[in-house]
């Protein structure tokens, strides 16, 4: 991790996210308690808490991977609802990145990329090849475009993952612990990797509990326990001067 100037914020004034009053459940199960969250344009932001807190359930959400029952989700001024024309329309702006890669084994790196642009978007196979080839460079692996994912490392197969979504073009993207099955040496390649994707102003919202990663390119630092927002602060705030007993208690763990 070397660019400081990532620290620099892309934040707007506009609303790029929107949740109101959201609630969840599993069954029985309330697994997101009255969550209300409003993430700008260009707003990078963080989000950790202990292992089954609704870190998970709360992105997946944005994109309805699941389905919320209760309150609004907004993105980019479309409401989320079981409409699938919104959905749609919410899935082009919005990419995402797991913590297993979810590429495609069977085929190579460049086209895990050009699959969804060629049969989603109908875009020319030449042109969809060029995009691919451009965002494989920016996460610096244009000479594995040939490779299929086994043979390549963790990191890389991740910065993949990385480079197919942002062939979709989105304005938007999630990341789920994308650095949390990967060896330690590969860690700091994915994370150069969201930083520069940082300093271009994507409004990102990452679920990580790689505080380096937090204090470099974070606006803001979310605490998440028990299916509730516990506490949100700017980096610098949230680690020097947790408020709540459960961040206190979580940071101690981690850090
Ligand atoms: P986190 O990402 O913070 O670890 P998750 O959002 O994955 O948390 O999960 C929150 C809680 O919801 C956990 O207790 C988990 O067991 C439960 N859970 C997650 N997915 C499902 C599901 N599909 N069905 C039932 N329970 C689930
Ligand atoms: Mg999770």
Known sequence: ?????????????????????VHKWYGQFHVLKNINLNVQRGERIVICGPSGSGKS????????????????????????????KNID?????????????????HLSVLENCTLAPIWVRKMPKK???EIAMHYLERVKIPDQAG????????????????????????????FDEPTSALDPEMIAEVLDTMIELAETGMTMLCVTHEMGFARKVADRVIFMDGGEIIEQNEPEEFFNNPQSERTQKFLSQIL
């Open 147 to 174: 490779k299929f994912p086994g043979q390549l490392s963790g990191g890389q197969q991740q910065r993949v993952a990385i480079a197919r979504s942002l062939c979709m073009n989105p304005r938007i993207m999630l």
């Open 127 to 129: 042109e969809a090849e």
């Open 89 to 105: 329309a919410i899935r082009r702006e919005v990419g995402m990145c797991f913590q297993h890669f979810n590429l495609f084994p």
């Open 1 to 21: 991790m070397s660019n400081a100037s990532a620290n620099a914020s892309k934040k707007t004034d506009e609303v790029a996210i929107q949740l109101n009053g």
């Open 57 to 84: 359930t709360l992105i997946r959400c944005i994109n309805r991977l699941e389905e919320h029952q209760q309150g609004d989700i907004i993105v980019d001024n479309i409401e989320l609802t079981g409409n699938l």
